[in-house]
């Protein structure tokens, strides 16, 4: 993302600009901003509800977008550079898978990951490392919503005390088990979060080591 489009995006004349290269170039000129979390929180709220418009149209029926979540947070962090405020904006779209009843938020990706943020392994690997965009469940998956979406499935995975507290998480499955769940409906997509999506998501914008 260039320095340009950080600059122009927060105002009229850019999203303008923005909405004249789409109809050129296609929608994909509104996910441009969604590639980087940072520029993501500074970007025009107009730009935002445009992109997520796209991955709305992107996840077609099986999904729906069930609102849009924004706060603000105080960043004290000693390793923010300078350029970035300390109150930033976070802005995130939820979406509800029509039959299980799971509720994505969307996430914005990170284009690279300096120090101390990254992990031994990531460090022996060479950092920095990227993160596109995704959808990451906003709660565990619960016994309730795991029986929706069981149809079929070899008889380890579906048991009687599924329906005993419906609304708890649903646990004692082995990962065969969850990947085929994940895996039953090839249109869906479903699949476990990376090492480096589960790090990303879990850091919540923070840059600390641990």
């Keep these: 993302m260039d320095r340009e489009l950080r600059q122009y995006q927060r105002h ?48 077609g029926a099986a999904f729906e977008l069930s609102g849009v979540r924004e706060w603000w947070c105080f960043n004290d962090s000693d390793h923010t550079p300078p350029c970035i405020p ?73 048991g009687d005390e599924i329906l005993e507290s419906p609304g708890l998480p649903r646990v004692g499955v082995s990962f065969e088990d969850v990947n085929e769940w994940l895996h039953y409906d090839d249109d869906l997509y479903f699949r476990l979060p990376t090492a480096t999506e589960w790090d990303y998501a879990c850091r919540a914008g923070t840059t600390t080591k641990f």
């Design 86 to 158: 300390k109150l930033i904006r976070h802005r995130l779209a939820t979406f509800l898978h029509r039959v299980t009843g799971i509720e994505f938020q969307l996430l914005p990706g990170e284009k690279c990951r300096a120090e101390p943020a990254c992990s031994f392994r990531e460090k022996r690997e060479g950092c920095p490392l990227c993160v596109r965009p995704f959808l990451m469940a906003r709660w565990p998956v619960t016994k309730r919503q795991y029986s929706k979406h069981e149809r079929g499935l070899a008889a380890s995975v579906v």
């Design 12 to 59: 009229g004349t850019g999203i303008q600009l923005l909405k004249n290269r789409a109809r050129i170039e296609g929608d994909s000129v509104w996910l441009e901003s969604l590639a980087d979390r940072e520029i993501w929180n500074a970007t025009a709220q107009e730009v935002q509800d445009a992109a997520i418009d796209v991955v709305r149209r992107r996840l």
